[in-house]
């Protein structure tokens, strides 16, 4: 959870004015990608030595905290979809939910899941973006460049994720050398 929370708060750029309830928030959030992690396959992050990464999971949490904040900064209004409205200006015009970002009708959408299901539950959402980034066999990159559907947005969370991992020290090779199993 620690990893989680430093992440979402040198994101979200928290400062001593920020309200306490914003900080409350971001806990939470925390604590429900942590467990979301703990649920989940996690990235198979390789460590330079070759051999399978102790860090997996922090790379993980990191990877969904990154994805949180690229596709929709953290917006409370996204967090429960009802910035989600069906032909709206965010979420891909109301087809995608949740600070994921997911849209139903790619790669299984929602797992089976109802929208409602997604929107109330954020450990839910983020075992699904997991699921998401972890089921084709290529590199970390390529699983980012698929998440986010468009090359230039792929490459901006890359970018994200790459400024977290030089922040949370992670045992890991360079991420296009990195298979997603």
Not at 10 to 29: D, G, S
Request: with cysteine; glycine share 8%.
């Amino acid at each position: 959870m620690q990893t989680a929370l430093a992440a979402i708060l040198m994101l979200a750029k928290v400062t001593p004015q920020t309200p306490p309830e914003v900080v409350i928030r971001f806990e939470r959030l925390a604590t429900e990608w942590a467990s979301a992690v703990r649920a989940a396959p996690v990235l198979p992050v390789v460590c330079a030595d070759g051999s399978r990464c102790a860090d997996a999971s922090r790379a993980s949490v990191l990877a969904l905290v990154g994805i949180a904040y690229h596709e929709s900064n953290f917006g409370a209004a996204i967090e429960d979809c009802s910035g989600c409205a069906l032909g709206g200006p965010h979420c891909d015009r109301g087809r995608a939910i949740t600070m994921f970002q997911i849209q139903n009708g790619f790669w299984n959408g929602w797992n089976g899941n109802t929208r409602q299901q997604m929107c109330r539950d954020n450990q839910l959402a983020a075992s699904v973006a997991l699921v998401h980034l972890t089921k084709r066999r290529v590199p970390i990159t390529a699983a980012f460049l698929a998440y986010a559907g468009r090359t230039q947005t792929g490459n901006e969370l890359i970018g994200v994720f790459e400024r977290l991992i030089a922040r949370v020290p992670l045992k890991v090779v360079h991420l296009s050398q990195t298979t997603v199993r």
